[in-house]
């Protein structure tokens, strides 16, 4: 062992057992401390990073999927109910070849199309079509699972058989269960996707032939029922306008009576219907010319056929009439064609028209008194846009607010946030309690370092009567004390009656210096020995 090194273990150790109790106590928790960092610091290090090998499996696919890993002597973890399986990031391709070569995951009761390679060239018509409808399904439960939120999927399909023999064939209809993952739920958007996939994937199904049920027993579609109509339709309209007008009123109200002291609530009826209006008009302007303009006259003046009667039966002239024979005939027509304007409007009107609106609004009496009501009033009506020829009506009212359930809450709130801040401050106290033992524990052992490496102080007296100290020659100890004293003490010497006791400190001190100066290795270790013998004494 190096000398350097054997020397500060030893000081080290020396420093340690002149230590209290109390003092080694606090050095035992600290290093425990040191040594639980480490110990945390390096496990966290050196675990490994989990990544998603697969997700959505079945059972069956999930325990073959740990079977293989088991195998393979790859570590592995469980998540969503088992549903997951995670490994170390960089055995994520790895085992997903390995887990592929297994033919993993493969979930017998989906199938899919793959149900069709297995069939052979005997199978009956029945076989066929059965095996066709399970296809059917297995890829349509493998599109639903593959939705947001969605665990698992089945499908169930009912398709009328066709035949000559039946005058009308039933429209074929379907059924989907869904697993749901914890705490999501589907939304109206999500049910009118699976039902619109479902039925635009069979020929002749319509959307409404969909049913869709969740694992929880919820009829999130019903036969005959338009999927999603409750909120993509009226009511989601009629509930937005509603939310949009109560929101401006309740934050123009929050501004004046103050947050919690009014309550609005709004009513209307949309007129969701759509209509297309066409009208033509016709103009035209009386100083406008005239396209064109023609006028005929025909005159005739004359001798003409005296003869004249009157027709018999069978068209024949009955003679005897009588006439002059003189004759006169005038015709005169004008036709003028003018410039005419032509006017089509077409009018639509979109959905979404308010055809009448009530608003309600309660303000709480204890803090609604210095207002005018009258002006509140019609502050609310210009907020939420009033027409009063439409039939809309509006009313305000002062009313006492119960309170008692707001003040539990914050009584619950302000306990909850007590016990929240106190659970922190005591662990703030713990890990400083912590951090201050393992310093003091730090400062203890630096400064007793530093206290063993620093110098003694002279003492007036030094026994060393058990150090055996290598011969010398025998100095007169009055001229050795002279030598090693300055000027100063060498005339207080002089003046002074001479000290035996004293003369002879001063002479061993002298000698152990020379001694130490000549051999300081052999001299540390003779005092190192003395040490451990007077500790162990």
Same mark, same amino acid.
């Given at each position: 062992m190096p000398e350097k090194f054997s020397v500060a273990l030893g000081r080290v150790g020396g420093a340690v057992r002149e230590f209290t109790v109390a003092q080694r106590t606090l050095a035992l928790i600290g290093l425990a401390g040191i040594a639980l960092v480490v110990v945390a610091l390096v496990v966290w290090a050196n675990r490994p990073t989990y990544a998603p090998l697969f997700t959505g499996l079945s059972a069956q696919d999930a325990s073959a999927v740990v079977e293989v890993l088991e195998g393979e002597g790859v570590g592995y973890e469980l998540a969503d109910g088992g549903s997951s399986v995670l490994v170390a990031r960089d055995a994520v391709y790895r085992m997903r070849l390995a887990t592929a070569a297994a033919g993993l995951p493969a979930d017998s009761?989906?199938?899919?199309?793959?149900?069709l390679d297995d069939m052979g060239m005997s199978s009956s018509e029945f076989q066929q079509t059965t095996t066709y409808k399970r296809a059917l399904e297995g890829e349509?439960?493998?599109?639903?699972g593959a939705l947001d939120g969605v665990r698992a999927a089945s499908v169930r399909l009912a398709l009328p058989e066709k035949t000559v023999f =039946?005058?009308? %064939? #039933?429209? #074929?209809?379907?059924?989907v269960f869904v697993t749901l993952d914890?705490?999501?739920?589907?939304?109206?958007?999500?049910?009118?996707?699976? %039902?619109? $996939? =479902?039925? !635009?994937?069979? /020929?002749?199904?319509?959307?409404?032939?969909? !049913? =869709?049920?969740?694992? !929880?027993?919820?009829v999130l579609s019903a036969v005959g029922a338009t999927p999603g109509a409750a909120d993509s339709g009226t009511d989601k309209r009629v509930t937005a306008y509603e939310s949009r007008v109560g929101a401006a009123v309740q934050t123009m109200l929050d501004r004046i009576v103050g947050p919690g002291r009014a309550v609005v609530s709004v009513t209307a009826e949309l007129d969701l219907d759509s209509r297309t209006t066409t009208s033509e008009k016709f103009e035209s302007p009386d100083e406008r010319l005239p396209l064109t303009e023609k006028? /005929?006259? /025909? /005159?005739?003046k004359g001798p003409g056929n005296g003869t004249s009667g009157v027709l018999g039966p069978d068209n024949i002239a009955v003679p005897g009439g009588t006439g002059t024979g003189d004759g006169e005939y005038l015709n005169e027509s004008s036709t003028v064609t003018n410039a005419v304007d032509k006017i089509t409007e077409i009018t639509e009107q979109t959905p979404g028209t308010v055809r009448r609106q009530s608003v309600s609004v309660a303000v709480d009496s !204890?803090?609604?008194?210095?207002? =005018?009501?009258?002006?509140?009033?019609? $502050?609310?009506?210009?907020?939420?846009?009033?027409?009063p020829e439409r039939g809309d009506v509006v009313t305000v009212q002062r009313m006492t607010f119960d309170t008692t359930a707001a003040d539990a809450a914050a009584e619950a709130l302000a306990a909850d946030e007590a016990a929240a801040a106190a659970a922190e401050r005591e662990t703030l106290i713990r890990n400083a309690a912590i951090a201050g033992v393992t310093l003091l524990a730090l400062l203890i052992a630096v400064f007793a370092l530093r206290r063993r490496r620093a110098p003694a102080p002279e003492r007036l007296a030094l026994d060393l009567g058990e150090i055996d100290v290598r011969p010398l020659a025998a100095p007169d100890p009055t001229a050795l004390a002279l030598d090693v004293v300055d000027e100063a003490q060498r005339t207080l010497v002089a003046s002074r009656p001479v000290d035996r006791a004293q003369i002879e400190a001063d002479a061993k001190r002298a000698a152990v210096m020379s001694a130490a100066d000549d051999d300081p290795g052999d001299m540390a270790d003779r005092i190192r020995a003395l040490m451990d013998s007077g500790a162990r004494s």
């Open positions: 009761s989906q199938g899919g199309y793959s149900l349509l439960a493998a599109t639903i =039946v005058a009308e %064939t #039933p429209d #074929p209809t379907a059924s914890r705490g999501t739920t589907l939304s109206s958007d999500k049910v009118q996707a699976i %039902t619109h $996939l =479902v039925s !635009a994937s069979i /020929e002749g199904m319509k959307a409404t032939d969909v !049913a =869709v049920v969740d694992s !929880a027993g919820t006028t /005929e006259r /025909e /005159e005739f !204890a803090t609604g008194n210095a207002l =005018v009501m009258a002006d509140l009033q019609q $502050l609310v009506a210009t907020a939420a846009g009033i027409d």
